[in-house]
């Protein structure tokens, strides 16, 4: 009997050190909270340099597009990098969403919830327990009086002893029930403490695989770097459709004309050039 | 001839625009270089900002490690899907860095040479077109007096035939041989504009294998999200762990015990709870 005693307030201590974690974790999720909040507002600012760079980006690109010689190929190839990279930028920009939208603000609805839940469950958890202990209490007492009464009236007819045998028996019945509503306590401590990772986790999943989705573009930008490679391998030598931009122009009706310039800006350094 | 001659005109036209187009880029390039250098330090801050939250998502992790129920699974995927982050976080300052000093940096220097090399191909241009027509144009009166002198002479010996043709070959060569200086000056400026965008592209790739070396480790998340969908699938449900968790208990010299709390905290909303 000592023992079963023993073990509910095992399980009740159990209990509370659960809920005492539960009731201790606001301050961990709440600076997750804080800063993924930090992390979103560094991240948008992040973006909006982003969208500049590649912008910037760009105008390299069409610069290498529409120059005289053959460099479309590279404008071509760098105006691909550059909307691949617009591309990521995107999903940075969902992924950047989705932290906050789809993460931090209901993880924050669900911290009030948590905060509420636990609290109820001490509650109910502490009133429960006092209940059990008192009817425990008061049926020992009946035990303990009809023992007295027993041993008095043990010269007598004896007839207690069926009595004193059933409340016994009920104390002992009490003990395993409130040993069974302290696991279920305890358990449902355990489900609520889990569950709380279960939600987490739960909200934290489409923000990962946002972040997952920017892998795809990998294999696109490696491609691109592969081209660029190819193209400009070898910087010091003409390709063929370089020349025939000067082939071209032997064929065409001379839409340039060159005005040899007036002599007088290079003039300070005409000792240096010696081409003859 | 007066083609040859309008050729070479139209050879100095192209390279004069060439060479006029790689003039007009430095504004293009150096906002490139400037927008590069803005995204550098937004990247930078956000790495401040991701290295908080990633501390602030290895707490929540530590916690369902180190709590009672069975969530150390849980705790241990968290802290794998952290540490992947971090791995990606130092890829991503690794990128920043490289942005600035693989490419911002060495960029601006070319820049500056690209001025000089684009002034002085200009330059040396101009005087060789400049010396090239002189040439051409002393040798033309030559022969303008050649022939003057050849017509007067006609009813004499008539030996200046041969004189008169040499240096109309002299001109008609002079002429070709100007053609192909002009040739290898737009080859030249074309090889320098080309070359830029080689220098640009050598720059860029190792940015670019940095960024794919980053995103490659978003593969691995794929493999913790799977396995935190494994661990978390059935909220409602504890796992066998945690059932041992209580049954554990049984077994221990009970190191928990429960002290039930004074009901003056919860008595306002007693009339609430009806748990009997």
Not at 209 to 215: C, G, K, P, S, T
Request: glycine share 4%; aromatic share 6%.
């Amino acid at each position: 009997m000592e023992s079963v005693e023993k073990e509910c307030g095992a399980l009740g201590g159990l209990f509370q050190a659960i809920v005492n974690d539960m009731k201790s974790s606001y301050p961990v999720w709440e600076d997750f909270s804080a800063k993924a909040t930090k992390l979103h507002s560094q991240l948008r600012t992040t973006i909006l340099a982003a969208v500049a760079f590649l912008d910037a980006f760009q105008k390299v690109a069409d610069m290498a597009t529409n120059s005289r010689g053959a460099t479309r190929d590279i404008g071509s190839a760098l105006t691909r990098m550059c909307m691949r990279h617009r591309s990521i930028e995107t999903k940075l920009r969902h992924f950047t969403n989705v932290l906050v939208e789809g993460l931090v603000t209901p993880l924050q609805d669900r911290i009030e919830e948590w905060k509420k839940t636990a609290n109820q469950l001490d509650k109910d958890h502490a009133k429960e327990y006092k209940r059990s202990r008192q009817e425990i209490k008061r049926k020992s007492l009946d035990t303990v009086k009809l023992q007295k009464k027993a041993r008095k009236e043990l010269l007598g007819r004896g007839n207690l002893r069926p009595q004193l045998d059933s409340a016994m028996q009920d104390v002992s019945d009490l003990y395993l029930l409130m040993e069974e509503t302290e696991k279920q306590a305890v358990r449902r401590a355990l489900l609520e403490e889990r569950g709380r990772y279960c939600t987490f986790i739960n909200l934290l999943q489409p923000v990962v695989n946002v972040e997952i989705a920017m892998l795809g573009e990998i294999t696109h930008l490696q491609a691109i770097v592969d081209d660029l490679t190819v193209l400009t391998e070898d910087p010091h030598k003409l390709p063929p459709a370089s020349e025939q931009v000067i082939r071209d122009l032997k064929g065409s009706d001379y839409s340039w004309s060159y005005q040899t310039p007036p002599s007088s800006p290079s003039s300070t350094n005409s000792r240096k050039s010696s081409m003859c």
